[in-house]
């Protein structure tokens, strides 16, 4: 139990506990974790979003939950550090199809590859490789194929609370969503 007295304790216990976190985290889950009122560990959050103001990291409200993330202006650094780390980003291709996903979820293969007008057996596969997309069930029609929806990382990827912050689906909307990230 972290002592409720300093709004400073309190807010690097948050902070810690962010870092460890492999998802966002639910603000009742962590007044649960300190052992004090959800307003109380409301407080903690803002208290650290302040103390992070000068720095390269901030607390971001994505998907549900509270995450330690990087500052947008850092964002092609970061990208170029992951890319070298990590291997490739997405491809058009991958990004296109998972465009279609979101907007379309649930979505067969051959709902995706009507909209494209081209196969997409890869770019799915590489998809759920990344856990961007998920199997979330079968249509009920002949053969029942597959449904595929977006994920939690999916949201933190794009940095949306939900799927209702997707920009207008326009060109233009999705467009924005992708140029960020490729």
Avoid at 3 to 27: H, K, N, Y
Avoid at 144 to 154: A, D, H, I, Q, S
Wanted: net charge negative.
């Amino acid at each position: 139990m972290v002592s409720p007295d300093g709004i400073g304790e309190l807010a690097r216990s948050v902070e810690s506990l962010l870092f460890v976190a492999d998802r966002p985290v639910p603000l009742d889950r962590l007044a649960a974790v300190l052992d004090v009122p959800a307003d109380r560990a409301r407080e903690a959050v803002d208290h650290l979003e302040s103390r992070l103001a000068d720095g390269g990291l901030q607390v971001q409200e994505v998907a549900g939950g509270y995450q330690l993330c990087t500052r947008p202006e850092h964002a092609d650094l970061v990208r170029r550090f992951l890319q070298y780390e990590h291997g490739e980003s997405l491809s058009k291709g991958a990004l296109e199809t998972l465009a279609i996903i979101a907007y379309r979820q649930p979505a067969t293969r051959g709902d995706i590859e009507q909209i494209r007008g081209s196969s997409s057996d890869w770019h799915i596969e590489r998809l759920l490789e990344r856990h961007l997309i998920r199997v979330v069930g079968r249509r009920e029609t002949v053969g029942r194929p597959m449904l595929f929806g977006t994920t939690e990382r999916f949201l933190r990827y794009f940095g949306l609370r939900g799927l209702s912050d997707l920009p207008p689906a326009g060109e233009r909307g999705v467009q924005a969503m992708l140029d960020p990230v490729g």
